[in-house]
């Protein structure tokens, strides 16, 4: 992120990807993603939605609770966040286990959205988080460890 040729790559890269899946919204996960979901968000011409840790937004919102390692934890967006049927992208910085991206998948689903892909900078592939993520849902990562 120090580097803004780096962050241009990465911003372009995902925009250009997330261009082929007809992207009409991009939601990003606190707090990370939105380093990254924000300028591809401007770059694609496209709202900005940000999924956020509970309490953090004001009402109405709507929210699901999701696992952790170490317990649990709240994802929440405005009710008014998408429309019926919007095109969405989910981004992230990091796929690990992919509960979080999971609940952001649920969250928008039940918004009406159709997520089209959920794209992050790093996967972990040795925690097998795509596994988790919902089946028909394109997934992309720019690295993968």
Same mark, same amino acid.
């Given at each position: ?9 990465? $911003? *372009?890269?995902?925009?250009?990807? +997330? &261009? !082929?899946?007809?992207?009409? %919204?991009?939601?990003? /996960? #606190?707090?990370?993603? =939105? /380093? ?7 770059? +694609? #011409?496209?709202? =900005? ?12 919102? %709507?929210?699901? #609770? ?11 967006? @405005? $009710? ?6 919007? &095109?969405?992208? /989910?981004?992230?910085?990091? +796929?690990?286990?992919?509960? $979080? ?12 959205? &159709?997520? %089209?892909?959920?794209? =992050?900078?790093? *996967?972990? !592939?040795?925690? @097998?988080?795509? *596994? ?5 849902? #394109?997934? =992309? @990562?720019?690295?993968?460890?």
């Amino acid at each position: 992120m120090a580097d803004p040729r780096a962050m241009l790559h990465i $911003t *372009e890269t995902m925009s250009e990807y +997330l &261009n !082929t899946k007809q992207t009409q %919204v991009i939601a990003a /996960i #606190d707090a990370r993603g =939105f /380093i990254f979901g924000a300028p591809i968000a401007a770059m +694609l #011409d496209v709202p =900005f939605v940000p999924l956020r840790k509970a309490g953090k937004l004001p009402p109405p919102v %709507v929210g699901t #609770d999701y696992a952790l390692e170490y317990g649990s934890a709240r994802l929440e967006a @405005s $009710t008014l966040a998408v429309a019926q049927g919007q &095109n969405v992208a /989910i981004i992230d910085d990091l +796929l690990a286990t992919g509960g $979080t991206a999971a609940a952001g998948a649920k969250l928008l689903g039940s918004l009406g959205a &159709n997520v %089209v892909s959920i794209a =992050f900078l790093v *996967e972990l !592939t040795f925690l @097998s988080g795509r *596994e988790l993520l919902p089946d028909g849902i #394109d997934v =992309f @990562s720019m690295v993968q460890y």
